[in-house]
């Protein structure tokens, strides 16, 4: 089987990204999650341009990673300096990494323009460059900067660029759409000239401006690259960088070839999921593949079908990828939504059994109410649970009182909570501060609750959106509170309504806290049931 390398730019390009800054804990913490699924390079930072990036390098020499080989990535020596000479080179190899990814110019435009050089000075800044790290034992990667519009514009400096790392020693020859403006039709053409022309590994490496970085990327591979760059969740500079779940998954599932670790593509949207919570960023649940949309289905015709045969409206699997099937409960899924939603507890149920019967009348009613489950399906389950009689609280809440100040002086601190919740018998008391009164309940009460059930401290609230519900009668409306949150494994989202926003936003954090512990013990019930197991054993 053909295999095809993945090289992940998160820590390198992704962190050029608007809004994203990892620590060096971060780093290793996203190095270690693409060790697990089986990534090859992982283009871990540029130890010539931050303290934070030689910290990092320093430090991953002791992680002990299986599988990924980690890689530095600078820029070719400056005009006028030896390569023996330059600063930058020497924090290359200073990092003491197997690997190097090193960029350099390819179009005459950039070159004269932007460096100053003459074009014949940039071809020898490439090869002397790369014969350097050559002769102190460094596999190369070339990364040419700017390929597909140098070629488009000048062909033969192009490609003369290219002969001069690969004459040097280079052993990949990576053809960059650095501004993400070309077509797939255009990438295809030049990576079937540089394929040919040197007898050497051929990457891409594509950015998003075009919203195509993922279609190119397939382009190249279709016309012999052999290396495929980007960043795990799509993330980087400007609109980003082709988004590797969504490569990997199409390589492996759509084109028969192999890029991940053996068994990892399971694994594919948890990992995802990680790389994004430890970046800190809102994970796109429309994501192809990965996303909670992604296998969601709504349309009661849709969710009928679906049920009788999954591949009518799904593409693949969604257990190839870790994801799962979502029916939306809603007035257009009707009772087969309901359904395929009851059957995740009572896996015998029909159309026409008393549980689905009740759930669909709970789901009405609290419809009337105001509430909506197509998109917080975390309460659906709970509602489900409460109708069949199978729910028993994680705790009793006894009272709650939140405390506002304006004009805030520091706004992470402008509201206080205080919680009162009962365990077993044990009651504990908790007070949190917060940036308002939702995020100061959030945090006083999974304080409150941490001492009973540690693992809510691996939980975050992500998203919160309100909506006023009847505003006909202005400051007196109902509101829909819409919770999301999040651990290490997966998003959920949570309802809450009520004339007060701060006790809808109460009902949707209490439901969020119950999904949570019910996982957990979920997930510790099946590992009980492995270990039992013959064949565990």
């Given at each position: 089987?053909?295999?095809?390398?993945?090289?992940?730019?998160?820590?390198?390009?992704?962190?050029?990204?608007?809004?994203?800054?990892?620590?060096?804990?971060?780093?290793?913490?996203?190095?270690?999650?693409?060790?697990?699924?089986?990534?090859?390079?992982?283009?871990?930072?540029?130890?010539?341009?931050?303290?934070?990036?030689?910290?990092?390098?320093?430090?991953?020499?002791?992680?002990?990673?299986?599988?990924?080989?980690?890689a530095a990535f600078g820029a070719t020596r400056r005009k006028g300096t030896r390569a023996s000479e330059d600063d930058a080179l020497a924090r290359l190899l200073g990092a003491d990494t197997e690997i190097v990814v090193i960029f350099g110019k390819s179009s005459p435009?950039?070159?004269?323009?932007?460096?100053?050089?003459?074009?014949?000075?940039?071809?020898?800044?490439?090869?002397?460059?790369?014969?350097?790290?050559?002769?102190?034992?460094?596999?190369?990667?070339?990364?040419?900067?700017?390929?597909?519009?140098a070629f488009a514009d000048d062909p033969g400096y192009a490609l003369s660029t290219l002969a001069a790392a690969a004459t040097a020693g280079a052993e990949c020859l990576v053809l960059c759409d650095t501004n993400g403006g070309s077509l797939p039709d255009r990438i295809?053409?030049?990576?079937?000239?540089?394929?040919?022309?040197?007898?050497?590994?051929?990457?891409?490496?594509?950015?998003?401006?075009?919203?195509?970085?993922?279609?190119?990327?397939?382009?190249?591979?279709?016309?012999?690259?052999?290396?495929?760059?980007?960043?795990?969740?799509?993330?980087?500079?400007?609109?980003?960088?082709?988004?590797?779940?969504?490569?990997?998954?199409?390589?492996?599932?759509?084109?028969?070839?192999?890029?991940?670790?053996?068994?990892?593509?399971?694994?594919?949207?948890?990992?995802?999921?990680?790389?994004?919570?430890?970046?800190?960023?809102?994970?796109?649940?429309?994501?192809?593949?990965?996303?909670?949309?992604?296998?969601?289905?709504?349309?009661?015709?849709?969710?009928?079908?679906?049920?009788?045969?999954?591949?009518?409206?799904?593409?693949?699997?969604?257990?190839?990828?870790?994801?799962?099937?979502?029916?939306?409960?809603?007035?257009?899924?009707?009772?087969?939504?309901?359904?395929?939603?009851?059957?995740?507890?009572?896996?015998?149920?029909?159309?026409?059994?008393?549980?689905?019967?009740?759930?669909?009348?709970?789901?009405?009613?609290?419809?009337?109410?105001?509430?909506?489950?197509?998109?917080?399906?975390?309460?659906?389950?709970?509602?489900?649970?409460?109708?069949?009689?199978?729910?028993?609280?994680?705790?009793?809440?006894?009272?709650?009182?939140?405390?506002?100040?304006?004009?805030?002086?520091?706004?992470?601190?402008?509201?206080?909570?205080?919680?009162?919740?009962?365990?077993?018998?044990?009651?504990?008391?908790?007070?949190?501060?917060?940036?308002?009164?939702?995020?100061?309940?959030?945090?006083?009460?999974?304080?409150?609750?941490?001492?009973?059930?540690?693992?809510?401290?691996?939980?975050?609230?992500?998203?919160?959106?309100?909506?006023?519900?009847?505003?006909?009668?202005?400051?007196?409306?109902?509101?829909?509170?819409?919770?999301?949150?999040?651990?290490?494994?997966?998003?959920?989202?949570?309802?809450?309504?009520?004339?007060?926003?701060?006790?809808?936003?109460?009902?949707?954090?209490?439901?969020?806290?119950?999904?949570?512990?019910?996982?957990?013990?979920?997930?510790?019930?099946?590992?009980?049931?492995?270990?039992?197991?013959?064949?565990?054993?």
């Amino acid at each position: 089987m053909r295999r095809i390398e993945l090289l992940d730019s998160t820590l390198r390009d992704g962190a050029q990204g608007e809004g994203i800054s990892f620590s060096v804990r971060d780093k290793l913490a996203i190095a270690r999650t693409l060790d697990e699924i089986g990534i090859d390079v992982v283009e871990a930072g540029n130890p010539g341009s931050n303290p934070k990036d030689i910290e990092f390098f320093r430090e991953a020499r002791g992680l002990g990673l299986s599988r990924v080989k980690l890689a530095a990535f600078g820029a070719t020596r400056r005009k006028g300096t030896r390569a023996s000479e330059d600063d930058a080179l020497a924090r290359l190899l200073g990092a003491d990494t197997e690997i190097v990814v090193i960029f350099g110019k390819s179009s005459p435009l950039h070159v004269t323009r932007v460096l100053g050089a003459s074009l014949e000075e940039n071809l020898d800044m490439i090869a002397e460059s790369v014969s350097l790290l050559r002769k102190e034992g460094r596999r190369v990667i070339y990364d040419a900067e700017h390929f597909f519009d140098a070629f488009a514009d000048d062909p033969g400096y192009a490609l003369s660029t290219l002969a001069a790392a690969a004459t040097a020693g280079a052993e990949c020859l990576v053809l960059c759409d650095t501004n993400g403006g070309s077509l797939p039709d255009r990438i295809a053409q030049a990576t079937l000239q540089a394929v040919a022309a040197y007898g050497l590994p051929v990457g891409i490496h594509a950015h998003d401006d075009s919203g195509l970085a993922v279609a190119n990327s397939l382009a190249a591979v279709a016309a012999g690259a052999s290396q495929v760059q980007g960043t795990l969740v799509g993330f980087g500079e400007r609109c980003g960088n082709a988004n590797l779940s969504t490569v990997a998954a199409n390589l492996i599932l759509k084109l028969g070839l192999d890029c991940l670790a053996p068994g990892a593509l399971p694994r594919l949207s948890a990992a995802s999921r990680k790389v994004a919570a430890v970046a800190n960023i809102g994970f796109d649940e429309g994501m192809a593949f990965v996303g909670r949309r992604a296998f969601a289905h709504k349309a009661g015709m849709h969710v009928d079908a679906v049920a009788k045969l999954p591949q009518t409206f799904e593409h693949v699997p969604p257990e190839a990828v870790g994801n799962e099937r979502r029916f939306l409960a809603s007035e257009l899924g009707g009772r087969a939504a309901v359904m395929e939603r009851v059957r995740r507890m009572e896996p015998d149920a029909k159309k026409d059994s008393p549980l689905v019967a009740a759930v669909l009348a709970k789901l009405k009613e609290g419809e009337a109410a105001g509430y909506q489950y197509e998109g917080a399906e975390a309460s659906l389950d709970l509602l489900i649970r409460k109708t069949a009689g199978r729910h028993t609280p994680f705790f009793e809440f006894i009272h709650f009182r939140t405390i506002g100040e304006q004009p805030a002086k520091d706004r992470l601190r402008c509201a206080q909570a205080t919680v009162l919740v009962e365990v077993g018998g044990e009651r504990e008391m908790s007070a949190a501060e917060g940036d308002g009164p939702v995020h100061a309940l959030d945090l006083a009460l999974r304080k409150a609750l941490e001492r009973f059930y540690p693992s809510l401290g691996a939980m975050r609230l992500t998203d919160y959106k309100v909506r006023v519900l009847d505003a006909g009668t202005a400051t007196a409306s109902r509101v829909r509170v819409l919770i999301e949150s999040a651990d290490e494994d997966e998003a959920w989202t949570t309802v809450g309504v009520s004339a007060d926003i701060v006790e809808a936003s109460w009902i949707a954090l209490v439901d969020s806290i119950e999904h949570k512990l019910i996982k957990d013990l979920e997930r510790r019930e099946e590992k009980r049931l492995r270990e039992r197991s013959p064949a565990w054993a």
